[in-house]
């Protein structure tokens, strides 16, 4: 896809937008799977309808599945391990936890993803904005509710994936100049079928079933044939991310993600018949918050650029 410099900034976050939404669709169909599929089953098709869609993209453009052809085998081979264990990890979290706990403990990524577009990619982040991630980290505490049960096994995991998905898209950032998006996507979802191929041939059986934990029992299922009714809920899934931390600074895309919060809250009160306590209003507030005023002030810092130099404090 060809973006303008100028259209850079608004291209990635309309794809971080849309990412946003679609992404929270992948997150009711997981919730909605994990109580009847195998985790590896559900990867496998999502993998396989994925690969054909970037497939009928990159035969689209302009370079082809020439463009597939890399010499950086080693970092993709990296950054899909990274991928991989962000979604397992965070998709068996999700199967333990109500939606919006979940949702709400994996938003410290946009937050981690901030921090470490200043430090690791040197994005100039000022002191407000620093502090509008410090506002976000204590939204996130306040949905942990420590001390009142909800830090579990499952929380970990989920916040294992955050610091993966953060990770994640520092690579794609260092790997846009010789890797298109479409690229990137081919390669994951190579791995995601390698490897769920490999899980469903071990453990596919059901030997290993059994458990009462809701993350092990959705690790371990045996794998079954989907009636027509839930193939939605594969079919449900998003691919676009990558592009959106590829056309704009990691720091100004990740706060449109917070639209995931939201219809967090709203499938779990349509879907799943949970509905957020006070405390889990106030993370959400300074979550959300934390979230809309980076926005502000992303919109204020480039009004002054345009008629003077920038502030050192924006």
């Known amino acids: 896809m060809s ?4 259209s850079r900034p ?3 976050k309309f794809f971080a937008l849309g990412g946003g939404v679609i992404l929270s669709v992948n997150d009711l169909a997981i919730k909605a799977l994990s109580g009847s599929y195998a985790l590896h089953q559900i990867i496998l098709i999502r993998a396989f309808i994925g690969i054909a869609l970037v497939l009928l993209v990159i035969r689209a453009t302009r ?3 020439r463009q597939l052809i890399t010499r950086r085998p080693g970092a993709h081979l990296i950054r899909v391990s990274i991928v991989m264990v962000s979604n397992v990890t965070y998709f068996l979290g999700l199967a333990a936890m109500d939606i919006a706990d979940a949702v709400a403990t994996a938003f410290v990524a946009p937050l981690l993803v901030t921090v470490m577009s200043a430090v690791i990619l040197g994005e100039k982040v000022g002191a407000r904005r620093w502090a509008a991630v410090a506002v976000g980290l204590l939204g996130v505490i306040v949905m942990l509710r420590p001390g009142a049960g909800v830090i579990q096994p499952a929380a970990i995991l989920v916040l294992i994936s955050a610091f993966c998905y953060a990770s994640s898209h520092m690579m794609t950032r260092r ?3 010789t890797e298109s998006a479409m690229t990137l996507n081919f390669f994951v979802q190579v791995g995601f ?3 769920s191929t490999i899980m469903g041939l071990w453990v596919g059986d059901g030997h290993l079933a059994g458990s009462s934990n809701p993350s092990l029992a959705f690790l371990f299922r045996p794998w079954v044939l989907p009636p027509v009714a839930d193939w939605w809920a594969f079919v449900a899934t998003g691919m676009m991310m990558s ?4 056309t704009s600074e990691a720091a100004l895309v990740a706060p449109f993600e917070y639209i995931g919060m939201p219809m967090a809250i709203f499938w779990g009160v349509v879907v799943f018949g949970t509905w957020p306590d006070a405390t889990g209003w106030a993370g959400i507030a300074l979550i959300c918050g934390a979230g809309l ?6 919109t204020v810092r480039k009004q002054v ?5 920038p502030s050192g404090d924006l």
């Open 3 to 6: 973006v303008t410099q100028d």
């Open 10 to 12: 608004l291209t990635g």
């Open 63 to 65: 370079t082809g599945f």
């Open 175 to 177: 790997m846009r100049e």
């Open 193 to 195: 079928i390698l490897v």
């Open 243 to 246: 592009q959106a931390y590829r």
């Open 293 to 298: 005023y980076t926005l502000w002030r992303e």
């Open 305 to 309: 650029q345009d008629v003077a130099a």
